[in-house]
């Protein structure tokens, strides 16, 4: 089940009670939502919709309709309709303002569809609502990142480094920023530390080979990847695109063709083996 739904049936709940713990015969409110949930677990999509948007229509002054149009909101995501499920979300939002599931998710898809100034917004509220909540500041770290606004990406990662000081992910991030703001030493510095401190996790190892390579630093690149597919034996798509590259920008191709193809028996895309051949 999505996690989105179950998130929002768990807001429900104080809302539907007891309803939540019986069948309601009839076409009442109570009954169209159980209905809802039905087909939603019998993977009726269509059905589930047409019953969200009756209950929503003939009730419309319910207090529990926040849910509903959150619930609205991920079956037009399901069916990639992101604008509509984005006014779902604004109307929830309407109804519930304090919801953080509810703007949390419209940030998430308003990022999506690259209206990045409309995702700031709500991450800014959500972290006014949520300070010490990292996920808000990670998310909004990479908007900024996206709208070239690199001092602010930093300036949230670390805030999210002294709310929790053995984070991981935001390190990798981080030294990413630092790269883009013209700081590749501070980048190698804080990936190094991460690799020497966290030795079996591959991210650092990944995102240092990247940096190496921007710096025609062929032989350290290829060092950093061959560790973690031979030595750590955890390679991913990502491993081989960054294999690839390597191998691409120095006119090797025949290398370079066999790690894309390792990429694409893992995953990878046409566009992604596009994006970073040389």
Known sequence: MNKYIWSLLALACSYLGAVAQQRTKGDNYEALVMRYYDYYEAQKPDSAELVLREALTRYPDKESNF????????????????????????????????????RSRRAELYEGVARYQDALLDLDQLIQQKPEW?????????????????????????????????AYLPRIALAKEYQLSSDPLSAEKLLTHLIDKFPKIPN???????????????????????????????????????????????????????????????????DEIKKVRQ
């Open 134 to 166: 990292e996920i808000p500041l990670y998310n909004r770290a990479r908007v900024r990142s996206e709208l070239g606004l690199h001092n602010g990406a930093i300036h949230d990662l670390e805030q999210i480094l002294k709310l929790n000081p053995e």
């Open 67 to 102: 849910v509903l149009h959150g619930n609205l909101a991920e079956l037009l995501v399901a069916r990639q309709d992101t604008l509509a499920a984005i006014s779902e979300l604004t109307e929830a939002l309407r109804l519930q303002p304090e919801v953080t599931q509810l």
């Open 204 to 270: 650092a190892y990944r995102a240092l080979g990247w940096l190496l390579l921007e710096q025609d630093r062929k032989a350290e690149a290829l060092d950093r990847v061959r560790h973690v597919i031979q030595e750590l034996k955890v390679p991913t798509k990502e491993d081989y695109l960054l294999r690839g590259a390597i191998w691409s920008k120095y006119g090797e191709e025949k290398e370079a063709e066999a790690d894309f193809e390792r990429a694409k028996a893992l995953g990878a895309t046409d």
